[in-house]
């Protein structure tokens, strides 16, 4: 069976695989002032290569989901700068922001959040239909083509709660992936499955990046973690720990 393969078309200007898709340079985000100030990032210079399995580690409360919010936009950092395939998002209007994540930018959950009353194809369905960058005529083929590379197409039909948590998580990758983002960023994705249907799942994330795809995932399962080609621990939001990029062979 040959694999789906997803269009391209989002990732115009994308550098080349191992070189820097994102790069951090001193950032920090503090909330508070004063006595009530706290840094949950201080100081992070990393870079992220392009079409990588990227890791985030470290213990609760140590700046991973807000690492991934100004990674994605969600958040912004209070100094420094975050530079994605050359151009300087914090720069950037909310409005502006806001469309840049919905083009370039696909996130899956470790709850899923997929919407009950829809069925697996539907909820692909609302993704494009949310992100407006495909006719209407050729949604519904897109949808089916996500489904598919998650190996869930033959679900496009069910509603969520008539199949398994695995098959759940493939169906919120397919969203994901629904408007062709170059960037898919997953926070504990497979915290709320089993150790077997994890390792599944992680299988259909990490085989995105023959497809294009970068992968920045967070992670506490060691051995998912040790799948990755780069990555980084964080510890009361400092970076303790490098791997697999340009700043660590340097």
């Not at 009361?236 to 720990?241: A, E, F, P, Q, T």
């Amino acid at each position: 069976m040959t694999t789906p393969h997803i269009n391209a078309s989002a990732q115009k200007q994308i550098p080349t695989p191992g070189n820097p898709l994102f790069v951090l340079h001193q950032v920090s985000r503090i909330f508070g002032s004063n006595d009530q100030r706290f840094v949950a990032l201080d100081d992070l210079t990393f870079s992220i290569p392009a079409q990588s399995l990227f890791v985030i580690q470290g213990p609760s409360g140590s700046g991973k989901s807000t690492l991934l919010n100004v990674l994605t936009g969600i958040d912004r950092p209070t100094s420094g700068t975050i530079t994605f395939a050359g151009q300087e998002l914090r720069l950037r209007s909310e409005n502006a922001f806001a469309r840049w994540r919905g083009q370039h930018v696909g996130i899956v959950f470790q709850f899923f959040q997929l919407i009950p009353t829809l069925t697996a194809l539907e909820n692909v369905m609302l993704a494009l239909e949310l992100g407006n960058t495909i006719p209407r005529r050729q949604r519904r083929d897109r949808a089916m083509t996500c489904l598919a590379l998650a190996q869930v197409a033959d679900l496009a039909d069910r509603l969520p709660g008539k199949i398994s948590g695995g098959q759940q998580q493939r169906v919120a990758i397919a969203r994901a992936l629904a408007n062709d983002p170059p960037v898919i960023v997953a926070d504990e994705p497979t915290g709320n499955l089993d150790s077997k249907t994890a390792h599944l799942v992680f299988d259909t994330l990490a085989n995105l990046t023959t497809q294009g795809k970068t992968i920045i995932y967070v992670t506490h399962d060691t051995a998912l973690a040790n799948r990755a080609s780069a990555g980084l621990e964080l510890l009361d939001g400092r970076l303790v720990r490098l791997h697999g990029t340009s700043e660590e062979e340097a």
